[in-house]
């Protein structure tokens, strides 16, 4: 199956912002992209149940054309991991139930594309942290991190993880996800020595003038989501 599973160094780092620019510029592409969610915490109470910022934004990625309850199918609230929220509300998740909200109304031909929680060694259930979810779905893992002090350590050991796991590696993208980095910092130079393959790197996007972090980020992934639709991302 086409598709990508997008982990970060952390939390707030981005995930959702360049998976939701791969998911509007696949769309373009005329894929059939289906965004999934599959666990969130730290859900606010609304109308309807827990409101989950990040299903809606992967919603309006791809015009509405995927069902909410399929982007993101379990929501907790207590902003903690989703295994410790979960507990809070009574309910012990399990990575099969997982795999089965991913896979969910995903045909052959569809390009499905999946945001873990936290980083890759993050609690995602009692039996599983992100990577498990990653290595039962087969997908190639793109790493997007924090573009701030400390992103070179947090960006090559999750590279090893993932290339541990026995993942195809899609891509690292440096996220600049606060403005004002020192000038004198380059982490995409310096991750790219250490990488031996250039990080792509994201400036920050003032939000202030009312379009959204990843629709600014859209026109900057082009070259990712092709290698992606290709499914060709092993060459990465
Ligand atoms: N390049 C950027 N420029 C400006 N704002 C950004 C940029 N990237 C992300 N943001 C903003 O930073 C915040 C955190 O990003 P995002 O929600 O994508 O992180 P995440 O890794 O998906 O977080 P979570 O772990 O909660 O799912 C959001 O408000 C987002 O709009
Ligand atoms: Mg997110």
Not at 149 to 161: D, M, R
């Amino acid at each position: 199956m086409r598709g990508v599973f997008i982990t970060g160094s952390d939390t707030g780092v981005g995930k959702t912002a360049i998976g939701a620019a791969l998911a509007w510029r696949l769309s373009r592409e005329g894929l059939v992209v289906r965004p999934r969610k599959p666990v969130e915490s730290g859900c606010v109470d609304r109308e309807g149940g827990a409101h989950s910022g990040d299903r809606e934004t992967y919603h309006a990625a791809v015009d509405g054309r995927e069902p909410l309850a399929r982007i993101g199918h379990y929501r907790f609230r207590a902003p903690l991991s989703p295994e410790r929220a979960a507990a809070l509300e009574g309910r012990a998740l399990r990575l099969d139930e997982l795999v089965a909200a991913c896979r969910e109304g995903v045909d052959a031909p569809d390009f499905l594309l999946v945001e873990g929680a936290g980083g890759f060694y993050s609690p995602l259930t009692a039996d599983a942290l992100n990577a498990d979810l990653a290595v039962a779905l087969g997908l190639p893992v793109l790493v997007v991190s924090a573009d701030r002090l400390g992103a070179i350590h947090q960006t090559l050991l999750t590279v090893e993880a993932v290339i541990g796991r026995g993942l195809a590696l899609a891509g690292v993208v440096l996220n600049q996800t606060a403005p004002g980095a020192d000038p004198g910092m380059d982490n995409g130079a310096d991750v790219a020595r250490w990488l031996g393959r250039d990080p792509l790197v994201i400036r920050h996007h003032d939000e202030a003038n009312g379009t959204p972090a990843w629709r600014a980020i859209a026109p900057f992934v082009t070259k990712i989501a092709a290698t992606l639709a290709a499914g060709s991302a092993h060459e990465w």
